[in-house]
Each structure stands twice: as C-alpha cells, then as structure tokens.
C-alpha cells in the first residue's frame, strides 16, 4: 500500500534551472495539495486540486506552477529556480466531499536551489 | 481559519503520559480541531480531531475545554517513536467545501528522553 508517492527525494538546482517535482497517489483521492516547508517553520499551501482538470491558488502559488491530467498524478512545477524556493515539498491527498478523512501526506522533496 | 498558539517545545520522559497543550481563544462554533504530527524526515501525520466532546483513538486523546478555548493533546505513554513536531490546527469543517486547506504554524517539538 504505497499511499503518497514522491519523486525525487533530494534535488540541487542552479538559480534560473526548471524541474518538475513528481506525486502520485494510489488511493484514488480526488482532492490532492502541494505544501512547502521552509527550515523550522510550518507548511504552507502552493497549490491544490479537487479533481483531473481542476486546480486553484494556495498561499503561496508565486514560481509554481501545477497540472492534474489523471486522478492519480500532480507535478509541481518550478520555472526559473530562485534561492527563495529552496524548502521541502511535500504533496498530499484526500478523498473529497462527505466524510471526514485525513490529508494524507508524501515523505516530502528537498529542494536546494544555489 | 482561526490561529492557534502552541508552546514552541516541551519535553518528556519516556513511558511518562504527555499533555500538549493548544489555545484557540478565537475559534467558531463550526471549527473542528484537528492534530497532525511529523516525524523526523517524513511528512506530516494525522493524530486526531474533534468539535466539542472528548475524543479517544488508539494514538491518543484530545480533551476540549468546555468554552473551546483551548484543547490539550494526550499522549498516555509516551514512546521514543513519539518524539515530533505537534500541530494544532482549525478547520471549519461544515462549509461544504472538501479541500483541506490546512494552515500549519510552527507547531510544538516534543521531545521523549529515555
């Protein structure tokens, strides 16, 4: 039972480089989230999605961007990398509407842009 | 979403019952109070919730003030395995709206000594 599945686990960038930070869900969720993570801090929403086609702005949605062409899959996107986005991405899922059930969350991408 | 306030840190000795401790003196009557933690290097877990009455599960117990002003996370016997960051958090959970835009703050670091 793989849940939450993130790729890759550690990533260095150079400023102004792109890369796309893969998620993967075998739960069938139609709800699923990126957050990141800046050193000692709590997660902050980027961007999120209530199903395939659909996506919506979080906190934080400056420098990302996101697609869901499947239930299944969510990359994040990182156009121009920039030191500021140095952090830990973790992305996330949930069923949806009706009853309540958890985020459930990845082990997490940590991202080094120099 | 209503803000918390949570101890940066505390700490415990190992197969010592814990008491985390959670002031939400702003909450609504719709807000449910929802527990996460994270391990080290992984991503964040759900622990527990509830709206007004007491709740138990097998990870632990979540006692709520009678005005709901503040809630305290019960750890009976803590375990080395225990050792994370707590989060607290508020959602309105009877909005209708499925997405978890969960506000994560800092949280409180629990540290177990053996």
């Known amino acids: 039972n793989a849940g939450v599945t993130q790729t890759p686990k550690f990533r260095i960038l150079k400023i102004g480089q792109s890369m796309t930070l893969q998620c993967t869900q075998d739960m069938n969720h139609n709800y699923m989230y990126w957050y990141r993570q800046d050193p000692g801090m709590g997660l902050k929403l980027i961007y999120y999605s209530v199903g395939a086609g659909i996506t919506d702005k979080g906190e934080v949605p400056n420098g990302y961007n996101v697609s869901r062409s499947t239930t299944e899959d969510f990359p994040l996107r990182l156009e121009l990398a920039a030191p500021s986005q140095t952090s830990v991405y973790f992305c996330?899922?949930?069923?949806?509407?009706?009853?309540?059930?958890?985020?459930?969350f990845g082990n997490g991408t940590r991202l080094t842009v120099t | 979403d209503a803000k918390t306030t949570q101890p940066n840190s505390m700490e415990s000795n190992e197969e010592e019952p814990v008491h985390l401790p959670c002031n939400h003196s702003?909450?609504?009557?719709?807000?449910?109070i929802h527990w996460y933690r994270q391990l080290p290097s992984q991503g964040p877990e759900y622990v527990i919730h509830g709206l007004t009455s007491n709740v138990n599960n097998r990870m632990a117990s979540l006692a709520i003030a009678e005005d709901r002003k503040s809630s305290t996370l019960i750890l009976h016997r803590a375990t080395l395995r225990d050792a994370a960051v707590y989060y607290c958090i508020l959602r309105d959970d009877w909005t209708g709206e499925g997405a978890q835009k969960l506000v994560f703050g800092q949280g409180t670091r629990l540290t177990i000594n053996p």
């Open positions: 996330a899922s949930s069923p949806g509407q009706g009853v309540f059930s958890p985020l459930h």
């Open positions: 702003t909450i609504s009557g719709t807000d449910y």
